[in-house]
């Protein structure tokens, strides 16, 4: 169960942080946008859609990442108070009643569109330029299955935690600044007053 937990994370993390990188390509896209635009008044055809194939395909394919992090947004209000097992329970019938339908049908339906785009190769409507998206709604076939393993992961980790009271956390590998500043400061505070 263990292994699995480990697997399942390290493929989410590789996904997740592989397609990242677009968040670079976006940006380069926007901004040369921008400048032909406006400042040599010769706006692209392609900038538009492709911002938007990008952002959709870096949003879908990093879910299963946060989902292995726990960085999706919850209504923690009354789940907090709880104990960690009752947390797992909650979290577990959860996963049965809404996640696993929701990702299934995230699969099969991206398959059937993703399958009628790919016979007819076709191209975005909203620009003159035809940028094809056939392979974006693959994209959400292969973010349908990495969520899929993912909430395997999670599902094992809910049973962990309702056997041991303690949740298995990922391996944190991204930190907020503020808490690095936090850390550092209380490292500084304490080397200042042995």
Not at 56 to 74: D, E, N, Q
Not at 161 to 180: P, Q, S, Y
Request: charged letters at 15%; one cysteine or more.
């Amino acid at each position: 169960m263990l292994s699995y937990i480990r697997f399942a994370d390290a493929l989410s993390a590789w996904f997740g942080k592989s397609f990242a990188w677009l968040i670079i390509f976006m940006a380069v896209g926007t901004g040369y946008e921008v400048v032909v635009r406006y400042l040599f008044n010769n706006p692209t055809v392609w900038a538009l859609d492709v911002s938007f194939i990008m952002y959709g395909t870096l949003f879908m394919m990093g879910g299963a990442y946060t989902l292995s992090r726990g960085g999706h947004v919850r209504g923690d209000f009354l789940y907090r108070l709880w104990s960690t097992r009752w947390q797992a329970r909650v979290d577990l019938v959860l996963y049965f009643v809404f996640f696993f339908p929701g990702v299934l049908a995230l699969i099969l339906a991206g398959w059937k569109y993703a399958d009628r785009s790919w016979q007819y190769g076709e191209v975005s409507v909203n620009s003159p330029a035809g940028i094809p998206i056939y392979q974006f709604k693959t994209a959400m076939v292969a973010a349908g299955i990495l969520l899929f393993i993912q909430g395997i992961a999670e599902v094992m980790r809910c049973i962990h935690c309702i056997r041991t009271g303690v949740w298995l956390k990922a391996d944190e590998d991204v930190f907020e600044t503020e808490d690095l500043l936090m850390q550092k400061a209380a490292e500084a505070e304490k080397d200042a007053h042995p």
